[in-house]
């Protein structure tokens, strides 16, 4: 098992360099030259050359590639070149404002997708799994920036219900901050609770087929005991999977939803940084999203051979 | 003197293809959620297609004698901010949605198909080298990557469809790469080899034909990913750009005007949420026909 993790480890070691390399020669897609651009309007050679020198310009492409990873490993990601705060504080003050937004929405879409997923399986071809799947493909199919526009319409605009907009901390005022966040998570957990159950009713039905819930239901066991028990616990083991996946899909619709909002967040951070063309910005928050996926995966392979006793054994 | 060489009988594909079509055909018109799909699709299409002979309205030009007006005979989907007929700019924003949808899933596919079967045939170390930049494309979320390519190409329309496309390739890389591994180890394929047939040729004649139906099915869903993920970009101002129609930079002026004119909101989303739902459908009603394990 131990060799298995170890080589589940070693494959993600040449996925983050080919990441990183990614992310680097982003910049290079960059029309111009930057160094003119930085040198405003004056063009001064001098400064061009110094600013060249400042931001290793005028070393070879790998040189400069090697010099980035070794300031990224030390957690210098640069600094913003509108503000010149470290990229790495940025990130520090905006990512716990979308982990908030981001646990909430899972809270949904668990809360949401495994039932719904379970009881569309256990009663195939049925009204509930007819209701379940109109559910699954309706929250797969609406836009969340659009649904999180008809929410401020009807919740806060015509029922003056919950906030529009804008953000609060749990420390400040933990319920107002609750209250802030409800209709966000529910917007961002709403399509990963829709895609949750479509996955959860999938790995249900491929273990409601099995021989041992054949044999489970032979014996007399309660349809209630037989789901629960037998059937979920065993359809979990894919469904952690699928939530490992979901979480790259998290961040990206924290993107939009923070947007739609105004939530101060991860998401926000980096679509301001992209029109303030602030491009360290931009490569620091591309790189922490991919690297939190990619441990994320990690986590959930290593969590996958845990829970199967088969692949436990081998 | 040289013989003359004896002319090289090529193993045939599984037969019984034509059939299968039928087949699969009867089984996709039987579904109506698929059925219910095609008709969406088609309706957006020729939302698209027929934009001018639909409206006699200008998507683009402004008309401050009618700004945000509420349906009315006259408009039936009301006015925007500029006095724009929401409508035709529906209508003609179909085209970037469409557009966008077809030709970055084209972009996609077109990258994505032949490495995922050069990767799957060949196998050993130019499969982990393509297997491993795509698992680095992959660990980028979708949209994430696609903002940032965009962002550094410049908010456009051809750049946020080409942002979309090198994003979604990997997923096409993976499927047809499992495919082609499967594929490969069938006996036709080992004939083929057998008889001497280039790597080339048993690719394209005998590979490829096999693992289309799987790809097909992912080309719609991604098209449905994809106009999602134009109007993400257009809705943050990385698409399409104004004055030119598009749904998600509808959307974007819209939620200004929400309590004023909510019009301008729910009439776009709508337009999405049924081109998108009708790709998915449509992919849905595929797989389960041209997918012998659903039958």
Known sequence: ?314 | MATPAAPVRTPAVPAALPRRKRRGLAKFMRNRAAVFGAFLVALTVIMAVFAPLLTHYDPVQASFLTVRQAPSATHWFGTDELGRDVLSRLLYGARASLLAGVVSVGIAVVIGVPLGLVAGYFGKLVDGVISRIADALLSIPFLILAIALAAFLGPSLTNAMAAIGISAMPRFVRLTRGQALAVKAEEYVEGARAIGLGHGRIIVRYILPNVLPPIIVQASLTIATAIIAEASLSFLGLGQLPPAPSWGSMLNTAKDFVSQAPWMSIFPGIAIFLAVLGFNLLGDGLRDALDPRES
């Open chain 1, 1 to 314: 098992m131990l060799r298995i993790i170890a080589n589940r480890v070693l494959v993600a070691v040449p996925t983050l360099i080919l990441v990183s390399m990614l992310i680097f020669g982003l910049q290079k897609l960059l029309p111009g030259d930057p160094v003119t651009a930085l040198a405003g309007e004056d063009q001064d050679p001098q400064l061009i050359a110094a600013l060249r020198v400042k931001y290793h310009l005028d070393e070879p492409v790998p040189t400069q590639y090697a010099l980035w990873v070794k300031d990224v490993v030390r957690g210098n990601l640069g600094a913003s070149l509108r503000t010149d705060v470290p990229v790495t504080s940025l990130i520090a003050q905006k990512l716990p404002v979308t982990i908030q937004l981001a646990v909430m929405a899972m809270i949904f879409a668990i809360g949401i997708g495994i039932p719904a997923g379970v009881l569309s399986a256990a009663s195939r071809g049925g009204p509930l799994d007819y209701g379940a799947n109109i559910f699954a493909l309706s929250g797969m199919s609406i836009p969340n920036f659009w649904l999180g526009i008809m929410l401020i319409f009807i919740v806060s605009v015509r029922w003056h219900l919950l906030p529009s907009s804008g953000y609060v901390p749990p420390s400040e005022d933990f319920w107002m901050s609750i209250k802030t966040m409800l209709m966000p998570a529910f917007v961002l957990g709403a399509a990963l609770g829709a895609q949750l159950m479509r996955h959860t009713r999938s790995a249900m039905l491929s273990v409601l087929r099995t021989d041992y819930i054949r044999t489970a239901r032979a014996k007399g066991l309660l349809r209630g005991t037989v789901v629960v028990k037998h059937a979920f616990r065993n359809a979990l083991i894919p469904i952690v999977t699928v939530l490992a996946l979901l979480f790259g899909e998290l961040l990206a619709g924290a993107v939009l939803t923070e947007q739609v909002f105004t939530i101060p967040g991860f998401g926000k951070l980096i679509v301001d940084a992209v029109f303030n063309r602030d491009y360290a910005v931009v490569q620091g928050v591309v790189l922490v999203t991919a690297l939190c996926f990619i441990v994320v995966n990690l986590f959930a392979d290593v969590l996958y051979i845990l829970l199967n006793p088969r692949m436990r054994r081998s």
